[in-house]
């Protein structure tokens, strides 16, 4: 199993600009998490989705939107970027996903907006 | 609500010396404690978690935590270090009340092993 992968690992973005950060897991996890690490704060949740047609906001959604049409894909759009996204983002998932469920992260997406 | 505490940001330790890093957490439920380890440019991966029974829990790469219910604590340690244990380590709880696995992670501790 490849687990949690992530694309791209790397962009800067112009502010204004818009992109997609992918997400793919292939452990059939049902739950599935998008997290952004600023320097010092630890992980904030901005979106996460329970299964395929279900998503629901975090805590930091402002500036973000997510689909989740199949159970392996969790994409997270940036619609317009702006110098505040600057962070590392980090897709999770998990299985079945009550709350001794470990989770399982990708290996991230630097984010930079100039 | 749950939150968490790192206190330390960083800790330089020397190579084969002991190490503790703390984390104290406030809740108002039972939750469950978790440790995670992130190294450079790559995703969290789950040391130890500590979800019932013997409060002393033991993870890889010779880790170790001990949950302390009455000071609210669950402080991770290593009897001896090495240089690839330099890494970030965060310190997390969950909380059975959410419908889901919503997990709150501490600030995180840079460990700085030197040989």
């Known amino acids: 199993n490849a687990g949690v992968t992530q694309t791209p690992k790397f962009r800067i973005l112009k502010i204004g600009q818009s992109m997609t950060l992918q997400c793919t897991q292939d452990m059939n996890h049902n739950y599935m998490y998008w997290y952004r690490q600023d320097p010092g704060m630890g992980l904030k949740l901005i979106y996460y989705?329970?299964?395929?047609?279900?998503?629901d906001k975090g805590e930091v959604p402002n500036g973000y939107n997510v689909s989740r049409s199949t159970t392996e894909d969790f994409p997270l759009r940036l619609e317009l970027a702006a110098p505040s996204q600057t962070s590392v983002y980090f897709c999770?998932?998990?299985?079945?996903?009550?709350?001794?469920?470990?989770?399982?992260f990708g290996p991230g997406t630097r984010l930079l907006v100039l | 609500a749950q939150s968490v505490t790192q206190l330390d940001s960083q800790v330089p330790v020397f190579e084969e010396a002991p190490v503790e890093l703390r984390c104290n957490y406030s809740?108002?439920?039972?939750?469950?404690l978790f440790w995670y380890v992130q190294y450079p440019n790559q995703g969290l991966q789950l040391l130890l978690k500590y979800l019932s029974g013997s409060t002393l829990v033991k993870g890889i790469n010779g880790f170790e935590a001990e949950f302390n219910k009455s000071q609210t604590s669950f402080h991770l340690r290593k009897p001896s270090v090495h240089i690839s244990d330099t890494a970030e380590y965060f310190c997390a709880v969950s909380a059975p009340i959410y419908n889901f696995n919503k997990f709150y992670f501490g600030s995180g501790t840079k460990l700085n092993v030197k040989p």
């Open positions: 989705s329970v299964g395929a047609g279900i998503t």
């Open positions: 999770a998932s998990s299985y079945p996903g009550n709350s001794q469920e470990t989770q399982y």
């Open positions: 809740s108002s439920v039972s939750v469950y």
